[in-house]
């Protein structure tokens, strides 16, 4: 079984910065690609979406302080998190497919999902 790999959580002042990580295993095509966050006693909440070229979608809340990005060669996909506001802590998941996708902000019909990394903002 695929298993993604994020990395590059951990506890952030509000108003700083982190750059999250998902690596995808050497050999596993990934087409599609989407990060999504759950907070403590809250729903799974949808983030941002990238395909193989490059196209981004991301969420109201989180344009002009996320960014979503992508390097095909190393199977990797990224969250730049800017400006971090407490209510921005959560456990960021990230999934893939091996296909191309519509943006799927449910979550559903992706077939590799990560761990998660916790992200914890607090002075």
């Known amino acids: 079984q695929v298993q993604l790999v994020e990395s590059g959580g951990g506890l952030v002042q509000p108003g700083g910065s982190l750059r999250l990580s998902c690596a995808a295993p050497r050999g596993t095509f990934i087409s599609t690609m989407a990060w999504f966050r759950q907070a403590p006693g809250k729903d799974r909440e949808f983030i941002a979406h990238i395909s193989w070229l490059g196209n981004t979608y991301s969420a109201d809340y989180v344009k002009g302080r996320f960014t979503i990005s992508r390097d095909n060669a190393k199977n990797t996909v990224y969250l730049q998190i800017n400006s971090l506001k407490p209510e921005d802590t959560a456990v960021y998941y990230c999934?893939?497919?091996?296909?191309?996708?519509?943006?799927?902000?449910?979550?559903?019909?992706?077939?590799?999902w990560g761990q998660g990394t916790q992200v914890t903002v607090s002075s």
């Open positions: 999934a893939g497919a091996g296909r191309s996708m519509p943006v799927m902000t449910s979550g559903s019909g992706y077939d590799y």
